[in-house]
């Protein structure tokens, strides 16, 4: 069984759980196989079946079922989960949502429970609407507040120092309601993009708005101490809808920020509600969560459910002629199963969250690998078929897993506040109050060797970084086996594939491919928005989607999608125009090199005499000495020792400095070199100067960045916006507000 794991995972899916989710000893040795990991996992989660009266022999089954779907990568569940079962740590949810009340306790006290979650390795979602406005009189000293947005500075501030042991980072979600009194300096509080840099931001968005902006009129600010009208010098405050709405559209078209939550149509479908208020989501915006609620996630690579090869029945206006499901209806009862036991087996970062989550039992099943699904059955992502099929698969997973989870109501009891819910009027024993959430797979879908979530291609093919500094083509897999199939898989056509965004640019490759093998940009944003729909129609919580615009689009196709998104049911919805965001490197390979000349550069000679700076720098291989002397007021070049480390620790030092330095003299900015060296890892990463040293390229660049570097390039191992991997300098790719690595498996979230 172990061989057979091993066999089925692609040589970067074994490099991403080496890197990040596979135990380690004391020393940092890594001391399981990825079958090893499985196997971990699944016994874990199966023991919880001791809760409920199962024999020995009936836990060794369900760990048996636990461990082959995962082995056979046809469910994964959250990271969390892969990282932390039957581990130290123990907690195994990757969504959290906690309320920000008030006063100054309150406030202080949200930020401490999310450090701890953070440090868990979970995400956290806050709603800043109950924070009185900028301004606003303080009764007990007589001061003025200074408003949400300060205080979510101090919230990014607290993440950025909350580290957690190389796996995951934190991150958040702030959500304000749009009839906030500080909506506006929210909207544009990321304008400069390296300010709240640890923050996705959602506006709010109510029926009462979309009926102002439908009737191009005012609505009504709410004072949020009282929920009544907020009230000024001139009477009750109101704002033309229609300039609130240009707004979030302008930033949204200018950096994918902020996106839109219908928070009124995701309480109406809330099943608490009205008895609980959803106020917020997750950082990525699928989970709607009441106060303290929290959520474990899992995914089902639907690829591995396409009957192959296609049977002769196989009819593509009958596209579910294609999928194997009666095995998917299997594997979505086991899913069900795991997920419910992950509830009794986690260790939860504090008391109210563990109360609420046994209290709500929400889980969140989901898919991944619909585009590769869609691509074995021959159907384009835009066509009507496609459409037709993601409405029935989703269906059958929501329907299966309903009857699963009303089945073990049966067995084990329905969740406990299931009597202030619809199924209770509606009279339907559950165990769970949420079964299903379409999640962002980035990392998961690296191990599962599958497409993202229900997400089209990015691109068929990538440039990637390997360790040596040399640059290899990874291709799709699919799209390789038919290349080589036909005869025309070759180095030089899979170069010209990675340097495109779609394969529609490049003649030598097959229409019938051209059709479907499409990326993100081949799909219109209307496109997008209708798939995200289909999907949202048979889904208990939210739709993880990014919609992807080309970077000519306008600011009024960006107004016009979220709009349709309204009408056609969404819950959310998140834009991303191609290369709005600074520094951004294209998906195929091609990098903006901005200042950087693609003619011969000129080196500057050095003077006889420079001054510089020398620092010293605590590594995991001693103290580091940096001297970086400037030119004109700029760093010219670096020099950097190491001590008593060995020779080859010494060269290789002095080999970086070189290379720095001949960049520098090229006339490359430093900021660049920066994106490159911040985050390397290394076998020995210490912690020094109140924060962590990965590596000895990473130390240089730390002092380099103190005294030279701009403040865009000061956010260390966790990126900047744009999509330069800083832990091996590969391509990023933004999902639902989130970088991830294709190489790495590197996240921002």
């Given at each position: 069984?172990?061989q057979?794991?091993?066999?089925?995972?692609?040589?970067?899916?074994?490099?991403?759980?080496?890197?990040?989710?596979?135990?380690?000893?004391d020393?940092?040795?890594?001391?399981?196989?990825?079958?090893q990991?499985?196997?971990?996992?699944?016994?874990?989660?199966?023991?919880?079946?001791?809760?409920?009266?199962?024999?020995?022999?009936?836990?060794?089954?369900?760990?048996?079922?636990?461990l082959?779907?995962?082995?056979?990568?046809?469910f994964?569940?959250?990271?969390?989960?892969?990282?932390n079962?039957?581990?130290?740590?123990?907690?195994?949810?990757?969504?959290?949502?906690?309320?920000?009340?008030?006063?100054?306790?309150?406030?202080?006290?949200?930020?401490?429970?999310?450090?701890?979650?953070?440090?868990?390795?979970?995400?956290?979602?806050?709603?800043?609407?109950?924070?009185?406005?900028?301004?606003?009189?303080?009764a007990?000293?007589?001061?003025?507040?200074?408003?949400?947005?300060?205080?979510?500075?101090?919230?990014?501030?607290?993440?950025?120092?909350?580290?957690?042991?190389?796996?995951?980072?934190?991150?958040?979600?702030?959500?304000?309601?749009?009839?906030?009194?500080?909506?506006?300096?929210?909207?544009?509080?990321?304008?400069?993009?390296?300010?709240?840099?640890n923050?996705?931001?959602?506006?709010?968005?109510?029926?009462?708005?979309?009926?102002?902006?439908?009737?191009d009129?005012?609505?009504?600010?709410?004072?949020?101490?009282?929920?009544?009208?907020?009230?000024?010098?001139?009477?009750?405050?109101?704002?033309?809808?229609?300039?609130?709405?240009?707004?979030?559209?302008?930033?949204?078209?200018?950096?994918?920020?902020?996106?839109?939550?219908?928070?009124?149509?995701?309480?109406?479908?809330?099943?608490?509600?009205?008895?609980?208020?959803?106020?917020?989501?997750?950082?990525?915006?699928?989970?709607?969560?009441?106060?303290?609620?929290?959520?474990?996630?899992?995914?089902?690579?639907?690829?591995?459910?396409?009957?192959?090869?296609?049977?002769?029945?196989?009819?593509?206006?009958?596209?579910?002629?294609?999928?194997?499901?009666?095995?998917?209806?299997?594997?979505?009862?086991?899913?069900?199963?795991?997920?419910?036991?992950?509830?009794?087996?986690?260790?939860?970062?504090?008391?109210?969250?563990?109360e609420?989550?046994?209290?709500?039992?929400?889980?969140?099943?989901?898919?991944?690998?619909?585009?590769?699904?869609?691509?074995?059955?021959?159907?384009?992502?835009?066509?009507?078929?496609?459409?037709?099929?993601?409405?029935?698969?989703?269906?059958?997973?929501?329907?299966?897993?309903?009857?699963?989870?009303?089945?073990?109501?049966?067995?084990?009891?329905?969740?406990?506040?299931?009597?202030?819910?619809?199924?209770?009027?509606?009279?339907?024993?559950?165990r769970?109050?949420?079964?299903?959430?379409?999640?962002?797979?980035?990392?998961?879908?690296?191990?599962?060797?599958?497409?993202?979530?229900?997400?089209?291609?990015?691109?068929v093919?990538?440039?990637?970084?390997?360790?040596?500094?040399?640059?290899?083509?990874?291709?799709?897999?699919?799209?390789?086996?038919?290349?080589?199939?036909?005869?025309?898989?070759?180095?030089?056509?899979?170069?010209?594939?990675?340097?495109?965004?779609?394969?529609?640019?490049?003649?030598?490759?097959?229409?019938?491919?051209?059709?479907?093998?499409?990326?993100a940009?081949?799909?219109?944003?209307?496109?997008?928005?209708?798939?995200?729909?289909?999907?949202?129609?048979?889904?208990?919580?939210?739709?993880?989607?990014?919609?992807?615009?080309?970077?000519?689009?306008?600011?009024?196709?960006?107004?016009?999608?979220?709009?349709?998104?309204?009408?056609?049911?969404?819950?959310?919805?998140?834009?991303?125009?191609?290369?709005?965001?600074?520094?951004?490197?294209?998906?195929?390979?091609?990098?903006?090199?901005g200042?950087?000349?693609?003619?011969?550069?000129?080196?500057?000679?050095?003077?006889?005499?420079?001054?510089?700076?020398?620092?010293?720098?605590?590594?995991?291989?001693?103290?580091?000495?940096?001297?970086?002397?400037?030119?004109?007021?700029?760093?010219?070049?670096?020099?950097?020792?190491?001590?008593?480390?060995?020779?080859?620790?010494?060269?290789?030092?002095?080999?970086?400095?070189?290379?720095?330095?001949l960049?520098?003299?090229?006339?490359?900015?430093?900021?660049?070199?920066?994106?490159?060296?911040?985050?390397?890892?290394?076998?020995?990463?210490?912690?020094?100067?109140?924060?962590?040293?990965?590596?000895?390229?990473?130390?240089?660049?730390?002092?380099?960045?103190?005294?030279?570097?701009?403040?865009?390039?000061?956010?260390?191992?966790?990126?900047h916006?744009?999509?330069?991997?800083?832990?091996?300098?590969?391509?990023?790719?933004?999902?639902?507000?989130?970088?991830?690595?294709?190489?790495?498996?590197?996240?921002?979230?």
């Amino acid at each position: 069984m172990s061989q057979g794991t091993e066999s089925r995972l692609t040589q970067n899916a074994l490099s991403v759980l080496r890197r990040r989710y596979l135990a380690r000893d004391d020393q940092g040795e890594i001391v399981e196989t990825p079958h090893q990991m499985f196997a971990r996992v699944a016994g874990f989660i199966a023991d919880a079946d001791r809760n409920y009266g199962a024999t020995d022999e009936e836990v060794g089954r369900t760990r048996e079922a636990f461990l082959q779907s995962m082995s056979r990568l046809e469910f994964l569940p959250n990271s969390p989960t892969l990282m932390n079962a039957a581990r130290p740590l123990g907690q195994l949810s990757a969504c959290f949502v906690l309320p920000v009340g008030d006063s100054m306790e309150e406030i202080f006290q949200a930020i401490k429970d999310a450090a701890l979650i953070h440090k868990s390795g979970g995400g956290t979602g806050f709603s800043f609407s109950r924070l009185r406005p900028r301004n606003s009189v303080v009764a007990s000293t007589r001061g003025v507040a200074s408003g949400p947005i300060s205080f979510m500075r101090v919230f990014n501030s607290a993440t950025e120092a909350v580290k957690q042991g190389g796996t995951r980072r934190g991150a958040n979600m702030g959500i304000l309601r749009v009839d906030h009194p500080d909506i506006k300096e929210f909207i544009t509080c990321k304008d400069d993009v390296s300010e709240i840099t640890n923050f996705n931001i959602s506006v709010g968005i109510t029926d009462a708005f979309m009926s102002a902006l439908e009737s191009d009129s005012t609505y009504e600010l709410k004072d949020p101490r009282s929920g009544e009208a907020y009230l000024t010098e001139e009477g009750p405050a109101r704002l033309p809808a229609a300039e609130v709405f240009d707004m979030i559209v302008q930033r949204a078209w200018q950096t994918g920020e902020p996106g839109i939550v219908f928070l009124d149509r995701m309480n109406r479908l809330n099943p608490t509600f009205p008895h609980e208020t959803v106020e917020a989501t997750n950082p990525c915006g699928e989970q709607p969560l009441p106060a303290f609620d929290s959520c474990n996630l899992g995914s089902i690579n639907v690829s591995r459910f396409a009957k192959l090869p296609r049977p002769d029945d196989f009819d593509p206006a009958r596209p579910e002629t294609g999928v194997d499901w009666e095995r998917l209806g299997q594997t979505v009862r086991m899913a069900v199963h795991f997920l419910d036991n992950v509830i009794d087996q986690n260790r939860y970062p504090i008391e109210e969250i563990a109360e609420q989550t046994r209290s709500n039992r929400r889980i969140g099943l989901g898919v991944m690998g619909w585009a590769d699904m869609l691509t074995r059955l021959g159907l384009p992502y835009n066509s009507d078929s496609a459409y037709d099929l993601g409405r029935q698969l989703m269906s059958f997973v929501q329907n299966e897993g309903h009857k699963h989870s009303s089945e073990l109501a049966k067995n084990r009891g329905k969740f406990p506040s299931w009597e202030n819910s619809r199924y209770a009027e509606e009279n339907i024993a559950m165990r769970n109050a949420t079964v299903t959430t379409i999640a962002p797979t980035g990392t998961l879908s690296i191990i599962a060797g599958c497409s993202s979530g229900i997400e089209p291609y990015y691109a068929v093919a990538f440039e990637r970084n390997v360790m040596d500094g040399t640059r290899l083509v990874e291709t799709n897999p699919l799209f390789e086996a038919i290349a080589r199939e036909r005869g025309i898989f070759g180095e030089e056509l899979m170069r010209e594939i990675a340097q495109v965004r779609s394969l529609s640019e490049l003649e030598n490759v097959p229409d019938d491919l051209k059709e479907i093998f499409l990326t993100a940009a081949d799909i219109s944003p209307d496109e997008h928005i209708k798939m995200q729909s289909v999907f949202q129609e048979n889904c208990d919580s939210s739709v993880s989607k990014t919609i992807n615009f080309p970077e000519a689009a306008t600011s009024e196709e960006v107004r016009l999608a979220f709009r349709l998104a309204y009408d056609r049911g969404c819950k959310g919805v998140t834009v991303y125009r191609d290369n709005s965001r600074p520094d951004q490197v294209l998906s195929s390979g091609q990098a903006d090199r901005g200042e950087i000349p693609d003619a011969p550069l000129k080196v500057a000679e050095r003077p006889s005499s420079l001054t510089g700076i020398t620092e010293k720098i605590r590594t995991g291989y001693g103290n580091l000495y940096v001297t970086v002397n400037t030119l004109e007021g700029r760093p010219f070049e670096v020099f950097a020792q190491i001590g008593k480390s060995g020779y080859t620790t010494m060269a290789d030092t002095e080999a970086i400095c070189r290379l720095i330095s001949l960049s520098l003299r090229s006339g490359v900015p430093v900021d660049q070199v920066l994106r490159q060296l911040r985050g390397i890892g290394g076998a020995s990463p210490v912690f020094s100067n109140g924060g962590k040293v990965s590596s000895i390229p990473d130390a240089i660049a730390q002092v380099l960045q103190r005294h030279f570097g701009s403040p865009e390039t000061d956010s260390g191992p966790q990126g900047h916006a744009g999509e330069i991997c800083p832990e091996c300098s590969s391509l990023m790719i933004l999902e639902s507000g989130c970088f991830y690595c294709t190489s790495c498996g590197y996240s921002n979230c």
